[in-house]
């Protein structure tokens, strides 16, 4: 399991974000987490958010309602665990800032390599999130003028608007690459 102090992944986040990346996948444990390290994270993300690079991050696997300071951040796209029907997992975290502003995906019997290069399958929002990370990139290579404001305003546009729940829709690509197709395309 990657992990890192709060403060090393700011740092990343930030020079992530330097070096010119779109979007950023998020799944890790931080360890140590203070109040200053909390803050480091929270300027890193507005970093990310003010360049308007999409931060994608695992809910995490506690089967808890809450949030993390990732998971709370007004750009951050939590992502929950479902299973291959769509229903959500009972070891996927859930919460207010999860359902409002996240996605459910995909996080059990998903196949993978490893790093010795062999499949190998696995589960977890660490599984799920790359779904969503994945969507990212194809709508902005797709779109490539869009905002990333415009690519997560595609992706978590509801027909109900306003969600007020802690368990958060399932992703539909497709109705976001239609979202961004009537916007970029209609031109």
Partial sequence: ?????PAELAAAIVETVKAGAHVINLSAALLQPTAHGRRQLVQALDFAATRGVITVAAAGNQGTIGSSAITSHPWVIAVAGCDLRGRPLSESNFGSSIGRRGLSAPAEGITSLGSDGRA???GGTSAAAPFVTGTVALLLSVFPSATGAAVKLALLQTSSGLRNTVIPPLLDASAAYER????????
């Fill in 1 to 5: 399991m990657p992990s890192a102090t």
């Fill in 120 to 122: 190998r399958n696995f």
């Fill in 180 to 187: 961004m197709a009537a916007a970029y395309m209609g031109r």
